[in-house]
């Protein structure tokens, strides 16, 4: 099992945020508001995720990195959860708008549940969001 988060599987080129953000589709399951989005065009198969803390909740840099750190890590360590999407160009993205006092291990749990939630929807939808 592959568990790094390389460059391929974040989301960085602004055109796909902006596509992201007009485009997709939204559920909130605290703390995180969970966009997401599948490409018409079949990709390459492998998840894209953005990763976000509400400067507005959390007000320094420093906190807002830790937060950050922590949801890079439970998401690295959970991401195998999404490959039962069959090939699908999936663009996600978890904006944090909890607490900053969070521990790591109940981030990791909501972020269980988010990939779990997200698998169900995007199954249920064999369309996708198209």
């Known amino acids: 099992m592959n568990y ?4 391929s599987e974040r989301l960085y080129a602004e055109k796909e945020i902006k596509e992201l953000f007009n485009e997709g589709s939204s ?3 605290f703390p995180f508001k969970v966009q997401f989005f599948v490409k018409k065009q079949g990709g390459h198969g492998t998840p894209k995720v953005l990763f976000s803390v509400s400067k507005k909740k959390i007000k320094k840099a420093v ?3 830790f937060i950050k750190r922590r949801m890079k890590e439970a998401y ?3 991401k195998h ?4 999407l069959d090939n699908k160009a999936l663009i996600l993205g978890l904006i944090y708008v ?3 006092d ?16 997200l698998v169900k ?3 249920a939808n064999h369309s996708g969001h198209e």
């Open 4 to 7: 790094k988060l390389p460059k």
């Open 27 to 29: 559920f909130f399951l």
């Open 63 to 65: 906190d807002r990195n």
């Open 76 to 78: 690295r360590l959970n």
């Open 81 to 84: 959860l999404l490959s039962t």
């Open 98 to 100: 909890g607490p900053k």
């Open 102 to 117: 969070m521990g790591f291990h109940d981030i990791q749990a909501k972020t269980i549940l988010i990939l779990h939630r």
């Open 121 to 123: 929807e995007l199954n």
